[in-house]
């Protein structure tokens, strides 16, 4: 059982040095070569900072732990909107600006309800198997690229939230010579592949040792740790008083998880979902209303110290209920 936990935490290690070093030796790439730091940031940047969930995902689906995957995308985001913007939050009151208002968290929502919709295939045809089949995959791809469209029409403002999160919690990216670089990118995309596997791996086991489920360990420890790179810069941007990166890097890597991460998830490999998570699917859409509400009272676009608080609190709730669920 000890070397079954051992792996699973070397498996976040390696998971998240490996988006680390995927991310340092593409952008140096792409610097030497002179591409833009936005393309860097719209691309590389965002795709290397979901790969966690992207790999954890995927994986947990070739091994038929459709739980995880899904449990893993869903309780990101919970982690995502209570957790990391609450401690954000806490640390400097967050000033949301209104393109988040008004686009970018009503554009969060409706990719929740695309993905509660597709997930539920017995609402429409009144079948039993649910799931994400590579056409709903290809469906929330297609989303994707209008968020993505959105996102590039904004560029002109340099207010891309990817790009937000390369220039202000890695400033210029270092620029390495082509073998280093390489090397950086072979050796990340091994420590994604070998990480996710052991997590995964290890996930599973612990769940039959406990009598734990595995929708229980993806909506929580797997959930949590796949957020750490988005809980490093929402931190990091709220400390440097740069709140909009805060809200915006959280918004979008949610918006990126349910329309990239299991889009691609489930074109590569189909997603059998448990309605169990419907729950958890309601509680995500009933806290990011939650956060649109929070923004407005008080001071208005402004969450402050206490909005954080019960944004944390209301997450402490919500680990209390996954725990009596079981």
Not at 10 to 34: N, P, Q, T, V, W
Not at 76 to 99: D, E, M, Q
Not at 241 to 253: N, Q, T
Request: charged share 15%.
């Amino acid at each position: 059982m000890w070397l079954t936990i051992i792996l699973f935490i070397l498996g976040f290690i390696f998971l998240l040095k490996g988006a680390d070093m995927l991310i340092d030796g593409s952008s140096s790439i792409a610097r030497k070569y002179g591409i833009s730091t936005f393309v860097i940031g719209l691309t590389i940047v965002a795709f290397g900072t979901s790969m966690p969930e992207l790999i954890v995902s995927t994986l947990a689906s070739i091994r038929g732990s459709s739980d995880i995957a899904l449990g893993n995308i869903i309780g990101s985001n919970i982690t995502n909107t209570l957790l990391i913007l609450g401690i954000a939050a806490i640390i400097y009151p967050l000033v949301v600006k209104k393109a988040t208002i008004h686009k970018e968290i009503p554009f969060s929502l409706l990719a929740i309800a695309a993905v509660g919709i597709l997930v539920n295939d017995f609402l429409i045809d009144g079948n039993g198997l649910d799931g994400l089949t590579r056409v709903d995959g290809l469906i929330l791809i297609l989303f994707f690229f209008i968020f993505a469209f959105y996102t590039f029409g904004i560029s002109k403002a340099k207010e891309n939230i990817f790009e937000k999160i390369q220039g202000e919690i890695r400033k210029e990216p270092k620029v390495y010579n082509n073998f280093v670089a390489f090397s950086m990118i072979i050796v990340g995309l091994a420590g994604l592949a070998i990480g996710g596997k052991w997590l995964v791996d290890g996930a599973v086991k612990i769940a039959s040792i406990f009598g734990m489920s595995e929708a229980l360990i993806g909506l929580t420890i797997i959930a949590i740790g796949t957020s750490l790179p988005e809980l490093a810069a929402a931190a990091v941007a709220a400390h440097r008083k740069r709140a909009d990166i805060a809200v915006g890097a959280v918004i979008g890597s949610n918006i990126f998880n349910l329309l990239w991460v299991l889009g691609l998830s489930s074109t590569i490999n189909p997603i059998s979902y448990n309605r169990i998570l419907n729950m958890d699917m309601f509680i995500l859409f009933g806290i990011t209303l939650m956060l649109l509400f929070l923004i407005y009272i008080g001071k208005k676009n402004i969450l402050g110290r206490w909005e954080g608080i019960i944004l944390v609190f209301s997450y402490v709730l919500y680990m209390a209920f996954l725990i009596f669920r079981g």
